[in-house]
């Protein structure tokens, strides 16, 4: 098998709207609204410019997306791993792929019942800093 992450391309609208309304993502997603096309796709063309917004692919099939936002010099990760591909640890294999090379303060924001979640990002070596409402942060520091 063959892992990559690519950037993303306003291509990839229609797969990333698709699993950007599964219902599980969404449960997990601090936004849970299902979001329609025209504002998804005004969305993807917004994001092309961004350097830090990847699709992982096995061979040529995505499987899921990593993005971080950069503020004062910190980054801030999202990402979602397609319902079809969930249960595989692929998110795991995602996020040391996106984290390969780079250096500075990664932040991951996790719901408290997106155990999956927790247990990728603490296998990966953040640590958790602090616990807000129903909201873990996770940091780790390259």
């Known amino acids: 098998m063959n892992f990559s992450l690519k950037q993303i391309q ?3 609208w229609k797969i990333l ?3 950007r309304n599964d219902d599980n993502t969404r449960y997990q997603f601090f936004d849970s609204s299902v979001i329609d096309e025209t504002t998804h796709k005004e969305y993807i063309k917004n994001i092309c410019n961004n350097k830090n917004q990847y699709i992982l692919y096995i061979n040529d099939t995505p499987v899921g997306t990593i ?3 950069i503020k004062n010099n910190i980054h801030y990760l ?3 791993i397609s319902n079809k591909f969930r249960g595989k640890n692929l998110s795991i294999i995602m996020m040391q792929l996106f984290l390969y090379n780079k250096s500075g303060i990664f932040i991951c924001e996790i719901k408290d019942t997106n155990i999956a979640s927790i247990k990728m990002v ?3 070596g ?3 800093q602090k616990t807000k409402s129903n909201v873990l942060t ?3 520091i390259k």
């Open 78 to 80: 999202g990402y979602s």
């Open 10 to 12: 306003f291509s990839d």
């Open 122 to 124: 603490e296998r990966i």
């Open 138 to 140: 996770y940091k780790l």
């Open 126 to 128: 953040y640590k958790l």
């Open 17 to 19: 709207l698709e699993w």
């Open 67 to 69: 993005k971080s936002n």
